[in-house]
């Protein structure tokens, strides 16, 4: 059954190139605007919460959750830059990016090439832990011992996953030069080294301006907040239930991204806070596609979105239970799944 539809995916979608060819052109106008309603925004949210600590903290925190948000904005304008996709100029892009990395804190150049390498080779069993969120698969959680078992529930636990791994990332991965791909040149390590400098630089200056403990603390919150966000939607995107894993040999760019990646199906404005983001099946097909473009070109190609998995944030909730892909099934399971075909001999050798 599962063959069936993929074929009758290539077939009714053969002509996808053609279909997404006008929305991957940026708009200057668009991108300003956005840019305007996003950095504004936050700035005055920022703002607020300096002079909120003066009244409650509790009230700081509160609107750390709502600016959270607005740094997904301009996260996702990061984002696009890296894919050269939010204006016509490479140059603007680059600056963009690089601004906006001064506020996400995660370095512009450095995020982008492992980012797309993993749009590259999303699906790939091979690559499944460069740019996305690592998993086993059945067999080879089989085939670990106790101890190997326990280490991977304990990863996938969802307080490790969304808290503790956001801060690692965030911490670490991005500030220190580990990750190595056939392709990444070491001048991507250097910009990162360079990147990470230029927001030390920046968050010191502002510290010694602003009080170091007032701003780290209103910085360092809207940062967690955002990376908890961000996880979470990477998490969702990719680890649905009928998601799309394949070996190299048998991978198809196509499938990966129309049965891969989702359609995260929000109500309006966490769409729009988040940046279109949920959008991800299309944004797959073509990372060219600005972020403001995604809608519109869903709107006007419903096919694109005939195949893929539509999930609300209620349906959400239970791709946390999602732990490993059974390659016999072509789905994740539950630890609860594993366990039980293991007890009935189910597993094979």
Same mark, same amino acid.
């Given at each position: 059954?599962?063959?069936?539809? %993929?074929? %009758? ?15 991957? $052109? ?25 002079? /909120? ?5 509790? =009230? ?9 948000? !607005? ?32 506020? /996400? ?70 500030? !220190? ?14 910009? &990162? ?5 230029? =927001? ?20 360092? /919150? $809207? ?17 649905? %239930? &009928?998601?799309?894993?394949?070996? &190299? ?32 099946? $299309?944004?797959?097909?073509? /990372? ?22 539509? $999930? ?20 994740? =399971? ?16």
């Amino acid at each position: 059954m599962r063959l069936e539809l %993929e074929e %009758e995916i290539k077939t009714k979608l053969a002509d996808w190139r053609s279909m997404i060819a006008e929305y991957q $052109i940026p708009s200057t106008k668009k991108a300003m605007i956005q840019m305007a309603n996003t950095f504004l925004p936050f700035l005055g949210l920022w703002r607020l919460m300096y002079f /909120s600590l003066n009244w409650s903290v509790w =009230i700081t925190i509160l609107l750390a959750f709502v600016n959270a948000f !607005f740094m997904v904005r301009i996260f996702i304008i990061q984002h696009d830059c890296g894919h050269q996709s939010f204006t016509v100029s490479k140059k603007a892009n680059n600056i963009i990016g690089f601004v906006c990395s001064l506020f /996400s804190s995660l370095p512009f150049k450095y995020w982008a090439r492992v980012h797309n390498y993993h749009h590259g080779h999303t699906g790939q069993l091979e690559e499944r832990d460069i740019g996305d969120i690592d998993f086993l698969t059945v067999q080879e959680f089989k085939s670990r011992g106790k101890w190997g078992r326990m280490k991977y529930r304990l990863f996938r636990h969802p307080l490790t996953l969304f808290c503790f791994v956001p801060i690692y990332y965030f911490v670490i991965a991005n500030r !220190f030069p580990k990750t190595e791909f056939k392709g990444f040149r070491k001048r991507f390590k250097w910009s &990162q080294i360079r990147n990470n400098l230029a =927001i030390l630089i920046v968050y010191s200056a502002l510290a010694w301006l602003l009080g170091w403990q007032k701003f780290l603390f209103i910085q360092l /919150s $809207i940062i967690f907040i955002f990376s908890v966000i961000a996880f979470w939607f990477f998490y969702v995107q990719h680890t649905h %239930e &009928q998601t799309y894993h394949s070996w &190299q040999k048998n991978w198809d760019f196509l499938l990966a991204s129309v049965r891969g990646a989702t359609y995260y199906k929000l109500p309006k404005l966490f769409q729009w806070l988040t940046g279109n983001i949920g959008i991800h099946h $299309i944004h797959h097909l073509s /990372s060219l596609i600005p972020n403001y473009n995604l809608e519109k070109c869903m709107k006007d190609n419903p096919l694109l979105t005939q195949y893929t998995n539509i $999930i609300t944030f209620r349906d959400s909730l239970q791709s946390v239970s999602n732990k490993l892909w059974d390659e016999q099934k072509q789905m994740m =399971i539950s630890f609860k799944e594993f366990y039980r075909m293991e007890r009935l001999g189910l597993l094979g050798s």
